[in-house]
């Protein structure tokens, strides 16, 4: 726990939109209102959908919503000191504590605030925010405002998904015969399709179409000098290791999977998946989600189970085929979901 404007032990201090022209600044000025305002508009054309099923309470929650929501606009955008929470979710206590500390530590409560704080921390607050402004609103508690951007990523990617699908089916089906070297090719493929898969978050676009419209595994080789880190001989020896491990003292090789966007991103983290349970590389993946919707594309317990099911359904043989055998990894518990209020804590 630092302040934003020391240096302790080498780290550098934390981005804050302070400094004009960084992308902190521009993530504060520009990219956050810009979420908030299409937030604002998700939940007003969705008024009459809320009249449908709760009644006058419905539009009663609306109105009260959309008023908290615009207040924290006007907050961010004048630069006010950040408040706290107010609703009585288990989180909101953390959150609250987290705020104090950082009063302390600057002494005052006005230096706080939504352009002085680090940005990270600002950014992540103003999701929890809109969480509590739903919340305080029954009964449209539940309502994830964006719901409708993920589903669409989902369809827009609908190509680069059936490419990607068609391309495990192909290897699940030679998967026996396949040499260690062959196999290490595949899982190096899937690795950097999952990794590209990130090019599709929508809370770097603001909510804009970043969906995947070419295939995924031709634009590998192009994309290959812009991965800054690369670990993967390292994971792939880990994982051949543990396998070994496993034979002989008969346990099980698990390999745990923190999810970020929905959509495609998803998919290629399924796919992953997929592959290094029917290859053997590894015996149960455990994936991780957020419980509350979270920069704009997160995935949540909702989208992983709705992204199965629209596998499933897909009019196209291998997507659909691939489909049902990611339900029967869940169902055999070789794949399990988890989420935790850590991933959406501040």
């Given at each position: 726990m630092m302040a934003a404007d020391q240096t302790v032990h080498g780290v550098p201090p934390s981005l804050s939109a302070k400094v004009v022209g960084s992308f902190a600044y521009l993530t504060v000025r520009d990219r956050l209102p810009t979420i908030l305002t299409k937030v604002i508009d998700t939940i007003h054309r969705n008024k009459n959908k809320f009249f449908e099923e709760y009644g006058e309470e419905g539009i009663q929650a609306e109105k009260q919503t959309i008023g908290l929501l615009s207040k924290m606009r006007n907050e961010l955008q004048t630069d006010k000191p950040v408040i706290p929470l107010t609703d009585s979710l288990q989180d909101a206590e953390c959150w609250n504590q987290y705020l104090q500390k950082h009063q302390k530590l600057h002494g005052d409560q006005e230096s706080v605030s939504w352009f002085k704080s680090p940005w990270l921390y600002v950014e992540c607050y103003m999701y929890r925010?809109?969480?509590?402004?739903?919340?305080?609103?029954?009964?449209?508690?539940?309502?994830?405002?964006?719901?409708?951007?993920?589903?669409?990523?989902?369809?827009?990617?609908?190509?680069?998904?059936?490419?990607?699908?068609?391309?495990?089916?192909?290897?699940?089906?030679?998967?026996?015969?396949?040499?260690?070297?062959?196999?290490?090719?595949?899982?190096?493929?899937?690795?950097?399709?999952?990794?590209?898969?990130?090019?599709?978050?929508?809370?770097?676009?603001?909510?804009?179409?970043?969906?995947?419209?070419?295939?995924?595994?031709?634009?590998?080789?192009?994309?290959?000098?812009?991965?800054?880190?690369?670990?993967?001989?390292?994971?792939?020896?880990?994982?051949?290791?543990?396998?070994?491990?496993?034979?002989?003292?008969k346990t099980t090789v698990r390999v745990d999977i923190v999810l970020d966007n929905a959509g495609f991103e998803l998919v290629t983290d399924l796919v992953l998946a997929d592959f290094l349970v029917s290859s053997g590389l590894a015996h149960e993946v455990h994936f991780h989600g957020k419980s509350i919707p979270w920069f704009v594309s997160d995935v949540t317990a909702h989208d992983f189970q709705w992204t199965i099911q629209q596998t499933m359904a897909a009019n196209h043989k291998c997507m659909s085929k691939i489909g049902y055998q990611w339900k029967s990894h869940l169902k055999d518990g070789v794949w399990s979901y988890h989420d935790h209020p850590f991933w959406t804590a501040p």
């Open positions: 925010r809109i969480h509590e402004a739903l919340w305080l609103n029954p009964p449209i508690s539940d309502y994830d405002v964006f719901n409708e951007g993920k589903t669409q990523s989902f369809f827009e990617s609908q190509q680069a998904v059936m490419t990607i699908c068609t391309h495990l089916e192909g290897v699940n089906s030679n998967i026996e015969n396949l040499s260690k070297n062959q196999l290490f090719e595949h899982f190096n493929k899937l690795l950097q399709v999952s990794l590209w898969g990130n090019k599709c978050d929508l809370s770097i676009s603001a909510g804009q179409d970043n969906s995947q419209k070419t295939s995924p595994i031709d634009s590998l080789v192009s994309l290959q000098p812009l991965i800054l880190v690369n670990d993967s001989n390292t994971i792939w020896s880990t994982l051949i290791s543990a396998q070994t491990h496993a034979r002989s003292e």
